[in-house]
Nanobody, 124 residues
Framework: QVQLVESGGGLVQAEGSLSLSCAAS????????LGWFRQAPAKEREFIAG????????YYVDSVKGRFTISRDNARNTMYLQMNSLKPEDTAVYYC?????????????????WGQGTQVTVSS
């Protein structure tokens, strides 16, 4: 079992920055592919960024590419999401997730473990 806990959400003005963290406990998450998802009110949960087990490959959806950066520190069992140039449409609950399939997927069903989510609100 892997327990994931997100932190770092909050309220920020447009064009501001936030840094999210996802800390894992229970067992090392180094073999897992990791992803960040978000869910806005009345919308489905969407994949926004992913990183492979070693951190050598990263993936982003177009809407966040160039603004968000995903990274991981396997020694600290922690994943990060640096979010810059935030927009009001980035407002959502952000979730981290871990997949034992060994590769990054945009499909929520591919992830075995989820955090509880952290709220990010961007004001205009």
């Amino acid at each position: 079992q892997v327990q994931l806990v997100e932190s770092g959400g909050g309220l920020v003005q447009a064009e501001g920055s936030l840094s999210l963290s996802c800390a894992a406990s229970g067992r090392t998450f180094s073999p897992y592919a990791l992803g960040w998802f978000r869910q806005a009110p009345a919308k489905e949960r969407e994949f926004i960024a992913g990183i492979n087990w070693s951190g050598t490959n990263t993936y982003y959806v177009d809407s966040v590419k160039g603004r968000f950066t995903i990274s991981r520190d396997n020694a600290r069992n922690t994943m990060y999401l640096q979010m810059n140039s935030l927009k009001p449409e980035d407002t959502a609950v952000y979730y981290c997730a871990a997949s034992n399939q060994g590769y990054v997927s945009s499909n929520t069903g591919s992830y075995n473990y989820w955090g509880q989510g952290t709220q990010v609100t961007v004001s205009s």
